[in-house]
Nanobody
Framework: QVQLVESGGGLVQAGGSLRLSCAASGRTFSIYAMGWFRQAPGKEREFVATISWSGGNTAYADSVKGRFTISRNNAKNTVLLQMNSLKPEDTAVYYC??????????????WGQGTQVSVSS
């Protein structure tokens, strides 16, 4: 069982940066791949980034590649999403998830409550 809590969201101007953090509780955190997803109003939840259990493999959505970086610290049970060069279209609720290394929502069994990211033009 893993409990996830996101933080770090907020309002930022286009071109700015934010760093999202996901704190996990549970001794089995390190066996899971971790993912970040986002959901804008009226849209389906979409993949943003994922990182393998060891941190050795990462994958990104084309829309964020080169701007976002996912990382994890298994000793601290945390996952980070560094977001640079933010655009208004990045505005969404961002969710942290634990599960299998995948771009697919259904591959993840545990989800946080989400944190709002708003980017103004």
């Amino acid at each position: 069982q893993v409990q996830l809590v996101e933080s770090g969201g907020g309002l930022v101007q286009a071109g700015g940066s934010l760093r999202l953090s996901c704190a996990a509780s549970g001794r089995t955190f390190s066996i899971y791949a971790m993912g970040w997803f986002r959901q804008a109003p009226g849209k389906e939840r979409e993949f943003v980034a994922t990182i393998s259990w060891s941190g050795g493999n990462t994958a990104y959505a084309d829309s964020v590649k080169g701007r976002f970086t996912i990382s994890r610290n298994n000793a601290k049970n945390t996952v980070l999403l560094q977001m640079n060069s933010l655009k208004p279209e990045d505005t969404a609720v961002y969710y942290c998830a634990a599960g299998s290394y995948s771009r697919v929502v259904t591959a993840y069994s545990y989800w946080g409550q989400g944190t709002q990211v708003s980017v103004s033009s």
